[in-house]
């Protein structure tokens, strides 16, 4: 039994374990002077014998403390107790959402359409404020009692601008789910988290992950070399669009990728919901007219009734006049030559 149980915290009650991770262990809490339940993630004491694990630990609160978004789980204390350090954050009810996909097996998409855009909202803040959260996974989303989805656990986050700890974040993260840049040794950024939510997208979507292997390396290997499965093998009713949006996610080369998490959800629901992309529409060129024609705009107008009687009794006139000159010419020439 966790010797923890039922004793106190600081003013947290601990009532019973909720959750263990390779950075702690989580109990479910009791906040009398507020009346409310709380989630308490405690480091484990064999890990407490290294001052860089205790500083990697502290800085999850801080870092998450930074936080204010309504789909990232609420720190509310970081703190320590003797030898024992403890981060007080918000109580998420609900089951996660490792677990609804390993209940139900691929969620129907409408119901990614409702959930996606709100773990991107949440991941895109962080993004804004330089805050890499290296460990997104199905597991790592929890539902409230409302359906509220909420990004948890940035317990090794990193901020963009921190100072690195030695070799810190080479192996972190969880496999399933590791960017091939990751994998191969890179620094974690914020492509890497996008790469991560492509995996959990397709995951939602198909009911399993990309990469599957016997063995932790063998995995990161998939990630590195290999082209995922083409989702459409394995859900064959899968529309080529929303096919195409998981494959750009998973793009080995990370410019290849998205360029924002909220371009990826625009981009699935666009996929799902077939609004059509505008095109721009270039008019048909008109025929060229024959050379020997004239344009139809500039031929002359046929003359009226009236108008043609002025133009006969004007050339009688005028030939009149042409025959009276000759015939003056005429007599000159024969009078005074």
Same mark, same amino acid.
């Given at each position: 039994?966790?010797?923890?149980?039922?004793?106190?915290?600081?003013?947290?009650?601990?009532? $019973?374990?909720?959750?263990?991770?390779?950075?702690?262990?989580?109990?479910?809490?009791?906040?009398?002077?507020?009346?409310?339940?709380?989630?308490?993630?405690?480091?484990?004491?064999?890990?407490?014998?290294?001052?860089?694990?205790?500083?990697?630990?502290?800085?999850?609160?801080?870092?998450?403390?930074?936080?204010?978004?309504?789909?990232?789980?609420?720190?509310?204390?970081?703190? !320590?107790?003797?030898?024992?350090?403890?981060?007080?954050?918000?109580? =998420?009810?609900?089951?996660?959402?490792?677990?609804?996909?390993? $209940?139900?097996?691929?969620?129907?998409?409408?119901?990614?359409?409702?959930?996606?855009?709100?773990?991107?909202? *949440?991941?895109?803040?962080?993004?804004?404020?330089?805050?890499?959260?290296?460990?997104?996974?199905?597991?790592?989303?929890?539902?409230?009692?409302?359906?509220?989805?909420?990004?948890?656990?940035?317990?090794? *986050?990193?901020?963009?601008?921190?100072?690195?700890?030695?070799?810190?974040?080479?192996?972190?993260?969880?496999?399933?789910?590791?960017?091939?840049?990751?994998?191969?040794?890179? +620094?974690?950024?914020?492509?890497?988290?996008?790469?991560?939510?492509?995996?959990?997208?397709?995951?939602?979507? =198909?009911?399993?992950?990309?990469?599957?292997?016997?063995?932790?390396?063998?995995?990161?290997?998939?990630?590195?070399?290999?082209?995922?499965?083409?989702?459409?093998?394995?859900?064959?009713?899968?529309?080529?669009?929303? $096919? *195409?949006?998981?494959?750009? +996610?998973?793009?080995?080369?990370?410019?290849?990728?998205?360029?924002?998490?909220?371009?990826?959800? !625009?981009?699935?629901?666009?996929?799902?919901?077939?609004?059509?992309?505008?095109?721009?529409?270039?008019?048909?060129?008109?025929?060229?007219?024959?050379?020997?024609?004239?344009?139809?705009?500039?031929?002359? $107008?046929?003359?009226?009734?009236?108008?043609?009687?002025?133009?006969?009794?004007?050339?009688?006139?005028?030939?009149?006049?042409?025959?009276?000159?000759?015939?003056?010419?005429?007599?000159?020439?024969?009078?005074?030559?």
């Amino acid at each position: 039994m966790d010797t923890l149980l039922g004793q106190k915290l600081g003013q947290y009650e601990i009532i $019973e374990e909720i959750g263990r991770g390779g950075m702690g262990v989580v109990y479910k809490g009791y906040q009398p002077s507020l009346n409310r339940h709380v989630a308490i993630k405690v480091l484990p004491a064999h890990l407490t014998v290294s001052k860089e694990l205790v500083q990697r630990f502290l800085r999850e609160a801080t870092t998450a403390g930074r936080l204010h978004h309504p789909n990232i789980v609420t720190i509310y204390d970081v703190a !320590q107790q003797d030898s024992t350090y403890y981060i007080a954050m918000e109580y =998420v009810d609900g089951k996660s959402l490792k677990q609804m996909v390993q $209940e139900s097996g691929p969620l129907p998409l409408e119901t990614v359409a409702k959930v996606l855009p709100q773990i991107t909202s *949440a991941l895109d803040y962080a993004h804004k404020r330089g805050i890499i959260h290296r460990d997104i996974k199905p597991s790592n989303v929890l539902f409230d009692s409302s359906g509220r989805p909420i990004l948890v656990d940035f317990g090794i *986050a990193k901020a963009g601008d921190a100072t690195s700890l030695t070799q810190e974040g080479r192996s972190l993260g969880t496999v399933e789910y590791m960017a091939p840049e990751v994998a191969d040794g890179r +620094a974690a950024t914020a492509a890497s988290d996008i790469y991560s939510l492509g995996v959990m997208l397709y995951e939602m979507v =198909v009911g399993r992950v990309p990469f599957k292997a016997d063995t932790p390396y063998a995995v990161l290997l998939g990630h590195i070399s290999k082209a995922p499965p083409s989702p459409r093998s394995i859900l064959p009713s899968l529309p080529d669009a929303v $096919e *195409a949006v998981l494959l750009k +996610a998973l793009a080995k080369d990370p410019a290849n990728r998205y360029a924002t998490a909220l371009d990826m959800a !625009q981009e699935f629901d666009q996929a799902i919901h077939g609004t059509p992309v505008p095109v721009a529409v270039t008019p048909a060129p008109q025929p060229a007219a024959p050379a020997f024609e004239l344009p139809f705009d500039t031929l002359p $107008e046929e003359p009226q009734p009236g108008a043609m009687k002025t133009m006969i009794i004007a050339a009688v006139i005028g030939g009149g006049l042409a025959i009276v000159v000759m015939g003056a010419a005429a007599a000159w020439y024969f009078l005074f030559r």
